[in-house]
């Protein structure tokens, strides 16, 4: 458990590796640190609610807390159990045992009668282990939720989120506009492609300030029909093309940037020190997040 980063929180300048990690792989950490300061607020107050004798200290229930989070599974459960969607997790005994692969090996399903894991392949031998996919999760879900990346170029879900540059580029009047039509913000790319999302706010850069008609007092606005068609799914958005990809590779170019210096400066940091195992595996996992961005943006 000790690779989540979450853990980091908890040991002595743990929260200064966190901060070294990707923004975005930060944030998600520092949510979970939340909620489980959160929960274990809440157990604390239950406890002394009913005067028991039971003690839990925050790294007793740190362990107990990510055994389980670390072991659930998300599955849609079936509706003769009356559950809401929120309550779509399942921990069954010997199915955390199974690890992740990209393609699944093992199908998980449950009825009246059972939790059942099934596989197409016949036999298996002696300490073979049984794989499936936990989900089209990218490096920093697996890390931040399981404590674990796969190895360096295999993930095809790793993505990186660029919105906090696209956002910066954004005249008010633009933004407004990707708010009413439900794309500001969660611009994302992968090594091959850009998000849908990500096209659209680049095509509204490129469009002049008067093209944008604001719909009498309201903070709505009439957007060139070009715009319109792209969005409503009318247009492959060719005419937007060339000017986006001038965009992207600007926003690479700063990106890939910034963490090659992030990367040299990790690597130092680990040159420096010879014996601390904890703080080499957490520079380790650092490196390997900035090397995923980097083949992201090659």
Same mark, same amino acid.
């Given at each position: 458990?000790?690779? !989540?980063?979450?853990?980091?929180?908890?040991?002595?300048?743990?929260?200064?590796?966190?901060?070294?990690?990707?923004?975005? +792989?930060?944030?998600?950490? /520092?949510?979970?640190?939340?909620?489980? #300061?959160?929960?274990?607020?809440?157990?604390?107050?239950?406890?002394?609610?009913?005067?028991?004798?039971?003690?839990?200290?925050?790294?007793?229930?740190?362990?107990?807390?990510?055994?389980?989070? +670390?072991?659930?599974?998300?599955?849609?459960?079936?509706?003769?159990?009356?559950?809401? !969607?929120?309550?779509?997790? +399942? #921990? !069954?005994?010997?199915?955390?045992?199974?690890?992740?692969?990209?393609?699944?090996?093992?199908?998980?399903?449950?009825?009246?009668?059972?939790?059942?894991?099934?596989?197409?392949? =016949?036999?298996?031998?002696?300490?073979?282990?049984?794989?499936? =996919?936990?989900?089209?999760?990218?490096?920093? &879900?697996?890390?931040?939720?399981?404590?674990?990346? #796969?190895?360096?170029?295999?993930?095809?879900?790793?993505?990186?989120? &660029?919105?906090?540059?696209?956002?910066?580029?954004?005249?008010?009047?633009? /933004?407004?506009?990707?708010?009413?039509?439900?794309?500001?913000?969660?611009?994302?790319?992968?090594?091959? =492609?850009?998000?849908?999302?990500?096209? &659209?706010?680049?095509?509204?850069?490129?469009?002049?300030?008067?093209?944008?008609?604001?719909?009498?007092?309201?903070?709505?606005?009439?957007?060139?029909?070009? #715009?319109? /068609?792209?969005?409503?799914?009318?247009?492959?958005?060719?005419?937007?093309?060339?000017?986006?990809?001038?965009?992207?590779?600007?926003?690479?170019? /700063?990106?890939?940037?910034?963490?090659?210096?992030?990367?040299?400066?990790?690597?130092?940091?680990?040159?420096?020190?010879?014996?601390?195992? !904890? &703080?080499?595996?957490?520079?380790? +996992?650092?490196?390997?997040?900035?090397l995923n961005i980097l083949l992201i943006l090659s």
């Amino acid at each position: 458990m000790k690779t !989540v980063p979450l853990t980091w929180m908890f040991s002595d300048h743990g929260s200064r590796f966190v901060e070294m990690l990707p923004s975005t +792989t930060a944030k998600y950490v /520092k949510s979970q640190h939340r909620q489980f #300061l959160c929960d274990y607020s809440k157990v604390v107050e239950f406890i002394h609610l009913y005067k028991t004798k039971l003690k839990i200290t925050r790294s007793e229930f740190l362990w107990a807390w990510l055994a389980c989070n +670390t072991r659930c599974l998300y599955m849609e459960l079936p509706n003769f159990l009356h559950c809401n !969607v929120k309550e779509n997790f +399942t #921990l !069954v005994p010997y199915v955390d045992f199974l690890n992740h692969t990209l393609e699944d090996h093992c199908t998980i399903s449950i009825n009246s009668q059972c939790f059942s894991v099934t596989t197409a392949k =016949s036999h298996y031998g002696k300490s073979e282990q049984l794989f499936f =996919s936990y989900g089209a999760h990218s490096d920093k &879900i697996l890390l931040c939720d399981y404590g674990f990346m #796969l190895p360096y170029g295999q993930n095809r879900w790793n993505d990186l989120d &660029i919105s906090s540059i696209i956002l910066k580029l954004l005249k008010p009047h633009q /933004k407004l506009f990707l708010q009413n039509e439900n794309y500001y913000g969660d611009y994302t790319i992968t090594k091959d =492609s850009l998000s849908f999302r990500t096209e &659209i706010a680049l095509a509204t850069l490129q469009e002049k300030d008067n093209t944008f008609i604001q719909l009498g007092l309201s903070k709505q606005f009439k957007c060139p029909e070009r #715009l319109r /068609k792209l969005i409503d799914g009318y247009s492959d958005g060719n005419y937007y093309k060339n000017r986006s990809e001038q965009l992207m590779e600007k926003i690479r170019r /700063k990106i890939k940037d910034y963490y090659q210096k992030q990367l040299m400066v990790a690597k130092q940091m680990d040159s420096s020190i010879t014996t601390d195992k !904890v &703080i080499k595996s957490r520079l380790n +996992t650092i490196k390997a997040c900035y090397l995923n961005i980097l083949l992201i943006l090659s």
